[in-house]
């Protein structure tokens, strides 16, 4: 599987030899906790150098605030995204952000202005506990911890996707469509940096795990390959092959389609984010029902609008208000529906002036954290 990967890998950067621009080539395949591993593991990080807040507004003041379960390796809303901000407007407050996935004892940073540092001890309790996925029931199971949720005043679920019953021990929930995460600081400066220096070509990017619930092989059954014969196809994102066969499948119908993707596997966000600059069009054709959720956002729909990708979306996935008048969505259920939305997007791009003209979204990084904080303190 490595050697397909990095077959087409080497293919694409011959035809479009831009996508490595500014990034050495042993770190295309580096993930983000590899490359950020220092944020996790230096005493102190002063995150101002490169993650810029312009927004200064004072929303709250003399809260203790936990962000229980953010990671420490990306600098999206769900990363140091929404904590940063929250040390920028909530005023002489004690702010602290801890991780555990794959850890015997959380990681706990402190994080003051734009500034973290690492700590060792939790408070007694908070005055809002914002907690990601599960991590509120394993909290409940460890004696300290536990009583930490407990004594707190105020519990928020952020849910992330997931459809299993293990949302309790909060007293509000985010629904779905309220936390498919804007494009943070950092990424958007990547962006305009790239889109400033190259020109669209014509790629179209699939981005995503290769299995049932993203929904690909559905996407190529349904595809008019005479649509896409001028576009070169990108997959990118590890092959789950769930079920057994599915990877195999998609490689069938594409050959029966005479559709020759590139099948490139992870690569670093920085790649990544080359990738959808340098795409007219990125296809999202994910459904979660499948899955067992009746709701579900894609996490890359900001990234992919950020990149100024024209967006093709499955009406299955949950659409968040400020993303729908920016997406073309299709469903999947209806004949021909993925067709037509494809010529639409190629319509588009095919006028000069798509990049400017389009609406991109009505809603910033800051915007957001500022609608999910306001709740977050809402008793």
């Given at each position: 599987?490595?050697?397909?990967?990095d077959?087409?890998?080497?293919?694409?950067?011959?035809?479009?030899?831009?996508?490595?621009?500014?990034?050495?080539?042993?770190?295309?395949?580096?993930?983000?906790?590899?490359?950020?591993y220092?944020?996790?593991?230096?005493?102190?990080?002063d995150?101002?150098?490169?993650?810029?807040?312009?927004n200064n507004?004072k929303?709250?003041?003399?809260?203790?605030?936990?962000?229980a379960?953010?990671?420490?390796y990306?600098?999206?809303?769900?990363?140091?995204?929404l904590?940063?901000?929250?040390?920028k407007?909530?005023?002489?407050?004690?702010?602290?952000?801890?991780?555990q996935?794959?850890?015997?004892?959380?990681?706990?940073?402190?994080?003051?202005d734009?500034?973290?540092k690492?700590i060792?001890?939790?408070?007694?309790?908070?005055?809002?506990?914002?907690?990601?996925?599960?991590?509120?029931?394993?909290?409940?199971r460890?004696?300290?911890l536990?009583?930490?949720?407990?004594?707190?005043?105020?519990?928020?679920?952020?849910?992330?996707?997931?459809?299993?019953?293990?949302?309790?021990?909060?007293?509000?929930?985010?629904?779905?469509?309220?936390?498919?995460?804007?494009?943070?600081?950092?990424?958007?400066?990547?962006?305009?940096?790239?889109l400033?220096?190259?020109?669209?070509?014509?790629?179209?990017l699939?981005?995503g795990t290769i299995?049932?619930?993203?929904?690909?092989?559905?996407?190529?059954?349904?595809?008019?390959?005479?649509?896409?014969?001028?576009?070169?196809?990108?997959?990118?994102?590890?092959?789950?092959?769930?079920?057994?066969?599915?990877?195999?499948?998609?490689?069938?119908i594409?050959?029966?389609?005479?559709?020759?993707p590139?099948?490139?596997?992870?690569v670093?966000e920085?790649?990544l984010?080359?990738?959808y600059?340098?795409?007219?069009?990125?296809?999202?054709?994910?459904?979660?029902?499948?899955?067992?959720?009746?709701?579900?956002?894609?996490?890359v729909?900001?990234?992919?609008i950020?990149?100024?990708?024209?967006?093709?979306?499955?009406?299955?996935t949950?659409?968040?208000?400020?993303?729908?008048?920016?997406?073309?969505?299709?469903?999947?259920?209806?004949?021909?529906?993925?067709?037509?939305?494809?010529?639409?997007?190629?319509?588009?791009?095919s006028?000069?002036?798509?990049?400017k003209?389009?609406?991109?979204?009505?809603?910033?990084?800051?915007?957001?954290?500022?609608?999910?904080?306001?709740?977050?303190?809402?008793?």
């Open positions: 599987m490595n050697s397909l990967y077959t087409c890998l080497k293919q694409l950067l011959d035809l479009f030899p831009e996508l490595a621009s500014k990034i050495s080539l042993q770190n295309i395949r580096k993930n983000s906790k590899q490359l950020n220092n944020l996790a593991e230096d005493a102190t990080v995150h101002s150098l490169i993650f810029n807040i312009k507004k929303l709250f003041s003399n809260r203790k605030v936990l962000f379960h953010f990671s420490p990306k600098y999206e809303l769900e990363g140091w995204g904590p940063l901000y929250a040390s407007c909530l005023e002489d407050s004690v702010i602290h952000m801890s991780y996935k794959g850890l015997n004892r959380p990681k706990l940073f402190e994080i003051n734009l500034k973290s690492k060792d001890k939790f408070l007694e309790y908070y005055d809002v506990i914002i907690a990601r996925s599960s991590v509120l029931n394993n909290m409940k460890d004696n300290v536990g009583k930490i949720v407990d004594n707190s005043k105020h519990v928020v679920n952020i849910k992330t996707m997931s459809h299993k019953p293990n949302y309790g021990n909060a007293d509000h929930y985010f629904e779905e469509e309220e936390m498919c995460p804007v494009a943070g600081p950092v990424f958007k400066k990547s962006c305009n940096s790239f400033k220096s190259y020109p669209k070509k014509n790629i179209i699939i981005p299995w049932y619930f993203k929904n690909q092989l559905k996407f190529f059954e349904q595809i008019d390959s005479h649509l896409i014969k001028d576009y070169t196809v990108v997959l990118a994102g590890e092959n789950k092959d769930i079920p057994s066969g599915y990877f195999q499948k998609i490689i069938d594409c050959k029966n389609k005479k559709i020759n590139a099948f490139i596997g992870n670093s920085e790649f984010i080359n990738l600059c340098l795409s007219k069009i990125c296809a999202i054709p994910m459904d979660p029902r499948p899955y067992g959720s009746p709701k579900g956002y894609p996490r729909l900001g990234e992919s950020e990149g100024k990708c024209i967006t093709l979306c499955n009406k299955a949950t659409v968040p208000e400020f993303f729908s008048d920016t997406l073309l969505v299709y469903d999947h259920e209806v004949q021909n529906s993925l067709n037509k939305i494809m010529k639409e997007a190629k319509s588009i791009v006028k000069e002036n798509y990049i003209d389009h609406n991109w979204g009505k809603i910033t990084f800051e915007e957001q954290c500022e609608q999910i904080l306001k709740k977050c303190f809402i008793k």
